[in-house]
C-alpha cells in the first residue's frame, strides 16, 4: 500500500473553513507521519508544545466532528491537514499530561527509534 | 469493568519461582557481557531453535516474499508464499556467485532475478535462467536453485530453524507451548503499527528481560503506565500468574481496574471517550476481547483485572496478549552488547475517525514506554559491563528472566537439542 505523505505546502486557508486560528500551527504540527510528529514534538521547547495544546485543545472534538463526514482513507487535502494536525495532539499531550517536559525524563534524544507504520487505514 | 475481588496486598498473590521448578539463587552477570558466551548462543541457541520470524499475515497473498535477517548467524532468509499458499525460506544467496538476490524487505513476486548476471528463480526456490548457459561446465540448473531454509507453520506464525536438518520438529520444539496456545485469537492480524528499532547498545537478553516482568513498571513508567499496571492493591505490580511451557514460558500482569485518565488530561479523556472495552491500553473492539479472554490459557484464573498475558517464545519472541487486542516483539542480537529489535501492534482498521484519534494516541504512548526502557536499558549495560558486580538478584515476579536465562544455559551446555528440551 502507498503511503501518502506528500501534500502542497501549507497554503493561506489550508485549514478547512471554520479552523484558520489554528493555521499558524499546520507548518509545524501538522507532520505527514506519525514519526514526523512524534519528532517534531521531540524536538520542540515546552513552550512551543503548550502554544499548540492550548490553541487546539478546544477546538478538537469540534475537528473531529468536522472530519467524521469523509472516508478516513480518503479526505480532501484541507481536511487531511486537519486530521494530521489533530494527530499531533496525542503527541503533545505526551509532554503536557504524562511528562510536563518535552520528553519522558532521562530517555534518550536523538536515539535509534521509530514509527515505521503508524495507525491504519492510513498507515501514517 | 467492574471491581471484583481484588486480591490483597502482598498475600495473594502465587508464587511462581519454587513452584515452576525454577532456583532462588544469584544469576551469574557474564551471559550478558561475554564475547564467549555470545558466541555459545550464537551457535547452540539461535543456530539450534525454532526462531519465530512473525505472521503468515505478512505474507498477505498468493507471491508475496519478505526478508528477514538473523544477524547473529550471519543469515539473510528469504519467506515465500506461492500460488497454491505453502509457504517457503531460503538463503537469500545467488547460487552463481553467492550474492544477495532479493534488496527488498517485503513485496510481491513469483520470481527473483539476481541484480549481478540475471540468474533467475521461483519463489519454490527453483533455479529459472542462466544467462549464457552454453557457456559454464556441465552446469545441472536442477542443483543450482536457492538453498533451503527449514520452516514450518504453527496457528498462523511462521518459524525457521537454521540447522540443515533440525534436530526436533516445530511441535516438538513448542511442545507444552504449542498445546496451550492452539486456537488462540489473532484479531487484527493483517496490518500492525511498528516501532522499529535499528540498534540498542544492550544485550539482547538485558532488552527482552525488561519486557517480561512488571516490578519495574510503577518505577520506569510513572506517568505513561504506572497508574495502569498498579495500585494500592497491588503496588510492586506483582504477576497474577505464571507458567513455565518446556522451553517456553507465560506470565499474567496486573491491570489496574480502575485507572481513569485524570480530569486534567484533556487528550487522553478524548481520545478514550467512546471506546467500547474500558480499555485504555488497547485497541480493539469489545468481541475481540471477549474471544481473547474465552481462551483457556490467556488469563488462565480468568482474574478480571488483568493487562497482559506475556508469551515468551524461547529464545527471542514475545506475543503479549492483552484485553486490548495483541502484540508482538521481536529481539535480533547484533553482538554482544547491541541489539536489533521490532514491535508490531495489532491494531483494526479505525473504522472512524475517532478510532482513528484514539490508535494515535495509543500508539504514542506505547513508543513513550519503549524509549523509557531504551534509555534504561543501555545504562544498565554499561553498568553490568563496568565490573561492579558479578551478579544479578531476582525476585519471585522476575521468574520468567530467570526461566529464560537457565533454559538458555542448558541449551548451551547440551549437546543435542532433545538433551536440552528434556525436562
Redesign the interface.
Known amino acids: 500500500m502507498r503511503m501518502q505523505t506528500s501534500l502542497p505546502a501549507s497554503l493561506p486557508n489550508s485549514l478547512p473553513a471554520g479552523f484558520e486560528a489554528l493555521e499558524p500551527f499546520v507548518d509545524y504540527w501538522a507532520g505527514a507521519t506519525?514519526d514526523i510528529?512524534?519528532d517534531r514534538r521531540a524536538r520542540a521547547s515546552m513552550a512551543e508544545i503548550r502554544s499548540f495544546?492550548e490553541a487546539a485543545?478546544p477546538r478538537?472534538?469540534e475537528g473531529?466532528a468536522y472530519?467524521?463526514q469523509?472516508p478516513?482513507a480518503a479526505m480532501p487535502d484541507d481536511a487531511t491537514r486537519l486530521?494530521r494536525l489533530?494527530?499531533s495532539?496525542?503527541?503533545?499531550?505526551?509532554a503536557?499530561?504524562?511528562?510536563?517536559q518535552p520528553?519522558?525524563a532521562?530517555?534518550?534524544f536523538p536515539?535509534?527509534?521509530?514509527?515505521?507504520?503508524?495507525?491504519?487505514?492510513?498507515?501514517w | 469493568m467492574s471491581v471484583v475481588d481484588l486480591p490483597k496486598p502482598n498475600t495473594e498473590f502465587p508464587k511462581l519461582t519454587v513452584p515452576n521448578g525454577l532456583g532462588t539463587g544469584p544469576i551469574p552477570i557474564a551471559p550478558y557481557i561475554s564475547q564467549a558466551w555470545y558466541e555459545q548462543e550464537r551457535d547452540r541457541v539461535f543456530g539450534r531453535a525454532w526462531l519465530c520470524m512473525g505472521r503468515v499475515e505478512q505474507l498477505p497473498e498468493a507471491d508475496s516474499f519478505m526478508v528477514k535477517e538473523i544477524e547473529i548467524c550471519g543469515v539473510i532468509a528469504l519467506i515465500t508464499r506461492d500460488a497454491k499458499d505453502q509457504i517457503r525460506a531460503f538463503h537469500n544467496v545467488c547460487s552463481h556467485r553467492a550474492n544477495l538476490v532479493v534488496h527488498e524487505t517485503s513485496g510481491k513476486g513469483s520470481r527473483f532475478v539476481c541484480k549481478y548476471h540475471n540468474w533467475a528463480y521461483r519463489n519454490t526456490g527453483d533455479c529459472i535462467g542462466v544467462p549464457d548457459r552454453a557457456n559454464f561446465f556441465d552446469l545441472d540448473m536442477k542443483k543450482c536453485g536457492l538453498t533451503p531454509i527449514a520452516c514450518e507453520t504453527w496457528e498462523g506464525w511462521i518459524f525457521i530453524n537454521l540447522q540443515k536438518q533440525p534436530e526436533v520438529t516445530l511441535t516438538e520444539f513448542l511442545g507444552n507451548f504449542g498445546e496451550a496456545f492452539r486456537d488462540a485469537p489473532a484479531p487484527a492480524a493483517t496490518q500492525a503499527f511498528t516501532v522499529d528499532v535499528t540498534s540498542m547498545r544492550a544485550n539482547w537478553k538485558v532488552t527482552i528481560d525488561a519486557f517480561c516482568e512488571s516490578y519495574h513498571v510503577p518505577v520506569l513508567h510513572p506517568s505513561t503506565l504506572g497508574d495502569t499496571f498498579a495500585n494500592d492493591s497491588n503496588r510492586y505490580a506483582r504477576p497474577l500468574s505464571g507458567n513455565v511451557r518446556g522451553a517456553h514460558r507465560t506470565m499474567t500482569t496486573f491491570g489496574n481496574p480502575n485507572y481513569l485518565p485524570p480530569e486534567s488530561s484533556l487528550i487522553e479523556r478524548l481520545a478514550y471517550s467512546n471506546i467500547d472495552t474500558g480499555n485504555t491500553l488497547g485497541a480493539n473492539d469489545a468481541a475481540d476481547m471477549q474471544a481473547l479472554q474465552n481462551h483457556p490459557a490467556i488469563n488462565p484464573n480468568k482474574v478480571p483485572n488483568w493487562a497482559t498475558e506475556i508469551c515468551w517464545l524461547f529464545p527471542n519472541f514475545l506475543i503479549f496478549y492483552s484485553p486490548g487486542g495483541f502484540f508482538t516483539l521481536e529481539f535480533w542480537p547484533l553482538s554482544v552488547n547491541t541489539t536489533r529489535w521490532v514491535a508490531r501492534m495489532h491494531t483494526p482498521v479505525a473504522a472512524d475517525v475517532r478510532q482513528r484519534f484514539q490508535q494515535e494516541h495509543y500508539s504514542c504512548r506505547m513508543a513513550e514506554i519503549f524509549l523509557e526502557d531504551v534509555g534504561n536499558l543501555e545504562r544498565q549495560q554499561k553498568a553490568m559491563e563496568s565490573g561492579g558486580k558479578s551478579e544479578i538478584i531476582l525476585q519471585d515476579g522476575e521468574f520468567l528472566l530467570r526461566h529464560s536465562i537457565e533454559t538458555i544455559q542448558k541449551w548451551v551446555a547440551s549437546a543435542t537439542v532433545r538433551e536440552a528440551l528434556a525436562e
Do not use: K
Open positions: 506519525n510528529r512524534w495544546y485543545v478538537a472534538d473531529l472530519l467524521e469523509f478516513l486530521l489533530l494527530l495532539l496525542p503527541h503533545a499531550a505526551m503536557v499530561e504524562f511528562h510536563g520528553r519522558a532521562a530517555s534518550p536515539h535509534g527509534m521509530h514509527i515505521g507504520r503508524g495507525p491504519w487505514p492510513q498507515g
